[in-house]
């Protein structure tokens, strides 16, 4: 017992400095609002949650991943997505101003439609002050069955030092391929929690 205080004492003594101010990894809890459009008649609206986050692995290079599950009103189907990736640049980490890109390996899954690929980003984070930062970002979206621009926007205002809050808007424009075409349009609206570390 008397090892596993010294044990806990001494990690509370390196993970306090790294608390004390907010550092370049961050991860979000969030819930969203969602639109879809498969074009005609099928358009549907939803809620969901999800979980993302950047970690720095070296200068300028984060790692990220994402996953959110979106429950739509008259769909029986829920869209989940997965997304991992790589971030280059000053403006990746979540107090920082600049450009960056990034590249993702994607996976959406509606019931029956399961498809997957590869995105890459190009985004710039601008605070304009010690709490409030903006950023926003276009990219492209190449997955087997569909492709297609994606735009998003977003905000983050820091309440405390390591925690904040966060709203972004994000609109993929896809594409079906193939003869038959089609759209496949999402839009969602992200509100959540932000823990910087």
Do not use: W
Request: proline share 4%; net charge negative; aromatic share 12%.
């Amino acid at each position: 017992m008397k090892r596993v205080s010294i044990a806990a004492l001494a990690a509370c003594g390196f993970v306090a400095p790294a608390l004390a101010a907010p550092g370049n990894n961050y991860v979000d809890g969030y819930g969203l609002f969602s639109d879809i459009d498969l074009g005609g008649p099928n358009d549907d609206d939803g809620v969901g949650m999800g979980v993302k986050g950047a970690f720095q692995v070296a200068d300028k290079v984060y790692l990220t991943g994402e996953f959110q599950t979106v429950e739509y009103d008259d769909f029986n189907e829920d869209l989940d997505q997965i997304r991992l990736g790589v971030g280059f640049g000053p403006g990746m980490g979540p107090n920082s101003e600049g450009l960056y890109g990034r590249v993702e390996y994607v996976d959406v899954d509606l019931g029956p439609f399961d498809d997957s690929g590869v995105g890459g980003f190009v985004g710039y984070g601008l605070p304009l002050n010690q709490q409030f930062r903006i950023h926003g970002e276009v990219g492209y979206l190449l997955l087997d069955d569909v492709d297609g621009p994606e735009l998003l926007i977003g905000a983050t205002y820091r309440v405390a030092q390591n925690l904040g809050v966060f709203a972004d808007y994000r609109a993929s424009f896809l594409e079906f391929d193939g003869n038959g075409g089609g759209d496949f349009d999402i839009n969602d609206l992200r509100l959540g929690v932000r823990f910087t570390f």
